[in-house]
């Protein structure tokens, strides 16, 4: 018989639910006109509600999480820094991946200047079962966002800008070209810049993808997310080996990779260390004599954004957060940062730091 996990609760021992107030879930159905959790069939009604499911149904973990443990603590915003940094959002109408995700590190990361800038819009055509940005039908294109992004970024002293983006996949290109018109107006308006972007998979688009590497940011970043079995709930609209692919070419042309992943949704140890050993053999590509893999990799907890989302399976302990990079470091990253509030813009100029661009 497996034995419990001391994170763990028994079943006599799961509290009674906590009702979201009526006022929370007109916010959330207002935000989330789509359904979410990676409902695969549109226009099907589910029979059963499953809010009280994890992924993980082999191993007795707890179905209702009371509390945050104390390693999750987050600093709250403000500061002379962290007005600043809003001050130039607000002022450029840029969105920012920051608030859209509702990202536990933004009081942190606006105190020190940085922040992810979010372009082509705030609305995404994919529901994925663990993110908090808006979908829907995105409404008409800002053609002149690339602009507004350069100019807002111009004489800031910034030394590296994280940008992403929703997936658009409603543009023939997926918004590949002004993802290329931001980069290149970015680095004229800030020639000593570090540019890092963190792209969607554009449904495999090759010809996509190369309008990205060919504007030359200096990191390209492409979350996996999840393990491989996880994908179907994690990611609906997404591939596993689609990911690979795409971390790979970025490889094959000489340029630094990133990837990312959430645990405590579902999986099991031994597939994140899988995963690990799977990214440095599928992204691995030989270029002049030399072996070159996927570079970085951060691993995060997951937070469920509203009850409308995939639940928490666990709360991931740091010490297992310690043995992710360990077992990172062995497979070949060249950097892992792993730990609880890890997400894949935090510290990113650290992380740029730590390998030659």
Not at 168 to 186: F, H, K, N, Y
Not at 279 to 289: A, F, P, W
Not at 309 to 315: C, E, F, M, V
Request: hydrophobic residues 35%.
């Amino acid at each position: 018989m497996t034995p419990m996990s001391p994170y763990s609760v028994t079943m006599t021992e799961r509290p009674t639910p906590i009702l979201p107030s009526p006022a929370a879930v007109s916010r959330t159905i207002a935000r989330h006109p789509k359904p979410l959790g990676g409902q695969p069939i549109r226009g099907s009604h589910a029979k059963v509600s499953l809010s009280d499911r994890i992924l993980n149904n082999t191993t007795p973990h707890q179905l209702v999480i009371k509390k945050k443990p104390p390693w999750l603590k987050a600093r709250v915003p403000g500061g002379e820094g962290f007005k600043a940094t809003k001050s130039i959002i607000d002022q450029n109408q840029l969105h920012t991946v920051c608030q859209e995700a509702s990202c536990p590190n933004m009081g942190e990361c606006w105190a020190r200047g940085v922040a992810t800038i979010m372009i082509l819009g705030d609305t995404c055509t994919r529901a994925c079962g663990f993110c908090n940005v808006k979908t829907g039908k995105p409404p008409v294109t800002d053609h002149d966002e690339p602009r507004r992004v350069a100019e807002a970024l111009r004489g800031t002293g910034l030394r590296h800008i994280v940008i992403t983006s929703v997936d658009r996949d409603d543009l023939p290109d997926g918004g590949a070209s002004i993802w290329a018109e931001t980069i290149v107006r970015v680095r004229d308006a800030c020639p000593d810049l570090s540019i890092e972007v963190l792209i969607g998979d554009f449904r495999g688009d090759e010809a996509a993808l190369q309008m990205v590497i060919d504007a030359e940011p200096n990191i390209i970043a492409h979350n996996l997310e999840t393990v491989r079995r996880c994908h179907p709930a994690v990611r609906p609209s997404a591939r596993y080996e689609r990911s690979m692919e795409l971390l790979r070419r970025v490889k094959a042309q000489g340029r630094i990779a990133k990837t990312g992943i959430m645990v405590g949704i579902g999986e099991k140890r031994d597939e994140v260390f899988e995963l690990l050993h799977d990214v440095q053999e599928q992204t691995r590509v030989h270029i002049d004599g030399r072996s070159e893999a996927c570079d970085i990799i951060t691993i995060g907890q997951y937070l469920q954004p509203t009850l409308n989302h995939l639940p928490i399976d666990r709360w991931v302990h740091p010490d297992e957060f310690a043995e992710y990079e360990r077992v990172g470091r062995e497979a070949g990253f060249k950097v892992v940062f792993s730990g609880p509030l890890v997400r894949s813009s935090y510290l990113a100029d650290q992380q740029a730091a730590s390998v030659t661009l």
